[in-house]
């Protein structure tokens, strides 16, 4: 059934789209986002994005495609808000919605909301225009909350996630293992739950000469090189692959290369910079700070391979980057990275998270390398493509579209 086309507000409150990837509030879910609207408009959708505005010089509105417009919402404004406490402003950010939607004319058939602070947004909008609102959280709290790591998750988050899954005419998960979490800890019904996988984009992220890309890189030649990408969090890992780059022998010369951070001054960054040192492997490491996702081809390139020691991920894109430019991947158990499909052919997906048995994955990848193709391993992304989001993303509109309760 074709479907007609449909008016869609998408709200990602706390993180721009077109912010700066691997800083603080800017990751995969900016690009999940900014791929998804673009893939909807050329489905023959629009999408208008609401974002809080943090930079003065942002303008009011850009558009990203052509049906895609990206907004620019001033809430909390002049103020250094906490990215929890944004939920307090809830009721401010929908007066900033209702005023540009007034001033466009604009009426929306559907909501889906990023991240549960979006989420408290999206559910006031679906009151006031009694309309159906889709959610994807990107990250739970109760799965943070299980790992122990990082700082504690403040407990409206929680709360906020149960009544939203409660509410929300669909709930859209990236992988099955988001689904039983759902379903576990937060008793969503499985008929709510959609599977919406995520996508890489194989033009941009394809195989390339690794020479080359080391040469423009200023990497040498000859070194087993580890590639690390991602936000500097403890929830990412980054400090379980410096020890693990500490217990490979000496025969690898390996180095390991992490791309994320808000620079020298980042805390974290001077936290794993005090690990590297601890472990005698200082040297071996190179932070290169936030990178534009325009060069992060270049920098899979001129890797050997992805090393993922996350604790906790729903989505893992940097996982299908790195296979989509034909490079295998060492992963802990998470995300779409943790799906048979990813298994064996791409890489080693590691049983338990330690940094033994990352050193384990590393050398025994290292050791099979010559066993895989660039191309091979390409393929196994070959079905993670924007348009297939779009088009799984769609099936559940049409679904609360067509399901949607009185409201």
Known sequence: MVMSPLTIAMLSIHSSPLGILGTRNTGGMS???RELARELSLAGHRVDIFTRRVDRGDPVMTHLAPDVRLIFLDIARGQ????????????????????????????????HSHYWISGYVGRLARRLWRCPHVITFHTLAALKAD????????????LAEQTL??????????????????MHYYGADANKVALVPGGVDRQRFRPMDQQRARQKLGLGAGALTLLGVGRLTPLKGQDRMIAALARLGPEHRARLVIVGGNGSNDPERQRLH????????????????????????????????????????????????????????VTTPVGVMNSASM???????VTEASPQMLAAGIMATAANRSGWSAHAIREAVKDFVWCNTAAATLKAYRSALIQ???F
Request: net charge negative; glycine share 6%.
């Open 31 to 33: 690009v999940y986002v």
């Open 404 to 406: 949607r309760v009185s």
């Open 80 to 111: 250094h808000v906490a990215k929890a406490d944004l939920a307090d402003h809830a009721e401010e950010a929908l007066a900033a919605i209702e005023s540009f939607r007034h001033r466009h004319s604009m009426a929306y058939d559907l909501i």
């Open 343 to 349: 298994r064996c052919r791409t890489g080693v997906t």
């Open 165 to 182: 899954v409660d509410e929300c005419e669909r709930l859209l998960v990236p992988c099955e293992g988001e689904m039983s979490n759902l």
């Open 274 to 329: 005090h690990v590297a040192l601890e472990n005698n492997v200082l040297s071996q490491v190179r932070f290169c700070g936030s990178v534009a996702q325009t060069e992060l081809a270049d920098y899979y390139a001129a890797a050997d391979m992805l090393v993922v020691a996350s604790h906790y991920e729903s989505f893992g894109l940097v996982g299908l980057e790195a296979l989509a430019c034909g490079r295998p991947v």
């Open 147 to 158: 790992t122990g790591v990082g700082a504690d998750e403040p407990t409206r988050r929680g």
